[in-house]
């Protein structure tokens, strides 16, 4: 399953996986899946917004693995009212007893009040962990003030090019694990020259070599696939290592001016 990290709810979280945003519900969805852990894959990302939950609980379901082999991540969507009871739908749709992750998705209608409802989720059963996604370095702040229960992942959008290592730092500093969705930058970072010249150095793909870069970074990180032959691809990156030098020259291509919240100000595509 590769390499893990520990949250701060005592559980461990496989640092490689599946995300399935964007992924159709129905066949493609559950392909994706099911080739994903035939592959070794043992985290699967979804969310209440891509509407393709079933497909996930089914391909999980028959996969045959044991449920609590798989680390299952679902989110609550911000309009929704009570994350405790939307928590207990996502559960039905993915057929499942518990998450091990529950994110509120984006920070809609601010940092904070939708944390009771996640907390519930908690107190009730129906998830191990939750944590949030897209949140600024400030709104972290701003929920640990008022938590009982502390978040355990914030997952935002990181790459090379999307750095954001002021937040990596916040993150890292309160105890919570940074994890990179579109690592690939939707596929927007395959063609660059410094990630091809890489590639071709270390005789990988340059898919390969961003999924590394943040592995290296001790993110976890969540490439989306439907193709089986890069679902493989993007897992085979246990076996080798960027080094310091292109580690370097990786991050250097960071756009995000290295502060904190820089993302607060540059991707509130929520509101
Ligand atoms: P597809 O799903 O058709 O394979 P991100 O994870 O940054 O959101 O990037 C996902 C995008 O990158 C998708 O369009 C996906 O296409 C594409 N992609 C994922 N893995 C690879 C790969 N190994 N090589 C080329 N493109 C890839």
């Not at 035939?38 to 693995?65: M, P």
């Not at 039905?92 to 091990?100: I, P, S, V």
Request: aromatic share 8%.
């Amino acid at each position: 399953a590769g390499p893990t990290r520990t949250l701060s709810n005592g559980a461990e979280i496989p640092l490689l996986g599946l995300g399935v945003w964007q992924v159709r519900d129905g066949r493609e969805c559950e392909q994706a899946v099911t080739w994903a852990l035939e592959k070794g894959y043992r985290l699967i990302d979804t969310a209440q917004a891509y509407r393709n939950e079933t497909s996930v609980g089914r391909a999980i379901a028959s996969s045959g693995i044991p449920r609590e082999e798989i680390f299952l991540t679902t989110k609550f969507y911000p309009g929704g009212k009570d994350a405790r009871v939307e928590a207990e739908k996502s559960l039905a749709r993915l057929g499942t007893e518990y998450l091990d992750l529950y994110l509120i998705h984006w920070p809609q209608g601010g940092p904070t009040w939708a944390w009771p409802g996640m907390e519930a989720a908690v107190e009730a059963g129906l998830t191990k962990a939750i944590g949030i996604s897209n949140f600024s370095a400030s709104e972290l702040q701003e929920l640990s003030k008022v938590s009982q229960i502390q978040p355990a992942v914030n997952q935002i959008q990181f790459s090379p090019f999307e750095y954001r290592r002021g937040l990596v730092d916040a993150c890292e500093d309160a105890n919570v694990l940074a994890q990179a969705y579109s690592p690939l930058g939707t596929g927007r970072h395959l063609g660059d020259p410094v990630v091809a010249r890489i590639a071709s150095a270390t005789d990988r793909t340059p898919a390969q070599v961003l999924i590394r870069w943040a592995l290296q970074k001790r993110l976890s990180v969540i490439p989306k696939s439907t193709h089986h032959d890069r679902i493989d691809q993007n897992f085979d990156v246990l076996d080798f290592e960027l080094d310091d030098e292109s580690m370097a020259a990786l991050d250097a291509l960071d756009t995000t001016n290295q502060t904190a919240d820089a993302l607060s100000r540059n991707q509130k595509w929520w509101s």
